[in-house]
């Protein structure tokens, strides 16, 4: 039997527990999207203000509603309408814990509270229970609590029970968390990723998802995305949902018609070396995000070359790789040479033609659009070379060849 010593990442206050309670709109989002005609019970681990539960006796009057929180002033106000019970969701025995007061729950729905916890023997523990622990680098110090929250949610799964769980971009979206993916869509049946806006939680504006899910009963070859503020939705397969499984990044897929000649092979592109700060401790002059206008521009540089950086050159184009105000940015290099930091992306062309191609692609309004959709992250946005020779290589469509919108 796992050890019943409760974790101590945390202490009984709202700020401490990064609780973010769910507002009734998106709760009856989430309850609405659930396929399940008549269940008998749900439950919330991390009820919080019971708003996913309330949303669930909105949908289902005779709906029995079971609840599970930490923090022991939510469970005193819980209402009369929610069996309450003081519990923390990362004790890896919560789910045996839960069974035995509750019994088997037809609907496990959550909105875990985000905040990094140790990856240390009781988390391993519970991801290992569910085999999700081999979908992580065994160098992994720190992890999402939400991934333990989503584990636990599986642990409770019943045979024909389901699951809706509000999850951050980075396990929907993100490259580390990319095995974690291809575990959950290849293990169960995904019936639908629904994007939230970013204003969805107040005192955070980190991209959210609604994550529905149920035991696997026959393989399902595609997913459903989906988003709350979009009529539209599409059907992915389940290889393009493992790479990232975001609305946004499809919809600006499924809306640029690429005429562009543009091949991998007629650019390098490369990223700093060395971070600001190590350049600017150098006392090495650079070129960093901060440098970079608002809106496309040329710039002549010094020549000042750095022997052990990556240095830039006239005829390169940059994109400031990170940062909410600044990504996407454009700038090229008219002459001079100069080091540039790991914050800047640089596109080396191989031809006039081409560099002049990669430019007026670079600069067009939609560019930005497409960055903000695409990338990566939840609280530093960031861009990848992938996604910037994606949207300059005419291939682009090839992960989403197989999308089919409705």
């Known amino acids: 039997m796992l050890t019943k010593q409760i974790i101590e990442n945390t202490v009984n206050s709202k700020m401490q527990l990064n609780q973010y309670y769910t507002a ?15 269940p008998e019970s749900a439950l919330d681990l991390g009820f919080g203000s019971g708003s996913l539960l309330h949303a669930a006796k909105r949908r289902w009057e005779e709906i029995y509603l079971f609840g599970a929180d930490i923090d022991k002033q939510n469970v005193t106000k819980a209402s009369k309408e929610i069996n309450a019970l003081e519990l923390n969701g990362l004790n890896p025995d919560a789910p045996l814990i839960l069974k035995e007061r509750f019994g088997n729950i037809d ?24 085999g999700l622990l081999d979908c992580i680098s065994s160098s992994t110090k720190k992890i999402p609590a939400e991934l333990i ?12 029970g389901e699951i809706g769980i509000i999850l951050p971009a980075g396990l929907i979206s993100g490259k580390r968390w990319k095995p974690i993916r291809q575990f959950i869509f290849q293990q169960y049946a995904v019936s639908n990723v629904i994007q939230m806006p970013v204003n969805s939680f107040k005192k955070t504006d980190a991209q959210t998802f609604i994550l529905i899910l149920k035991n696997k009963s026959v393989p399902n070859s595609e997913v459903k995305i989906s988003h709350l503020e979009h009529n539209s939705e599409f059907f992915i397969s389940i290889h393009s949902a493992i790479e990232r499984a975001d609305f946004s990044f499809f919809l600006e897929a499924s809306e640029r018609n690429s005429s562009s000649h543009i091949t991998k092979s007629d650019f390098k592109i490369f990223r700093g070396n060395m971070s600001h700060n190590a350049l600017s401790l150098n006392k090495a002059k650079h070129i960093h995000t901060t440098d970079m206008a608002e809106e496309p521009s040329r710039i002549r540089l010094e020549v000042n070359p750095l022997l052990k950086s990556k240095n830039v050159e006239a005829g390169d ?11 996407g940015r454009v700038m090229m290099i008219e002459s001079g040479c100069m080091p540039l930091s790991d914050c800047v992306i640089a596109i080396r062309a191989s031809s006039q033609q081409t560099r002049n191609e990669i430019w007026k692609k670079l ?30 290589n005419s291939e682009y469509d090839e992960t989403t060849s197989q999308l089919r919108k409705f």
């Open 24 to 38: 009734k709109t998106f709760g009856d989002a989430l309850i609405n999207n659930l396929s399940s005609i008549s």
């Open 107 to 130: 609907l496990l729905i959550s909105n875990p509270p985000y905040f990094t916890t140790d990856l240390d023997f009781n988390c391993r523990e519970i991801l290992k229970s569910v």
């Open 149 to 160: 929250f989503l584990a636990q949610n599986l642990r409770l799964l019943a045979e024909n």
């Open 317 to 327: 184009i940059l994109i400031a790789r990170v940062g909410r105000r600044c990504l």
């Open 363 to 392: 600069t067009l309004p939609e560019c930005r659009s497409y960055f903000n959709n695409a990338c990566f992250g939840v609280g530093a946005k960031y861009i990848t070379h992938q996604l910037i020779m994606d949207y300059l």
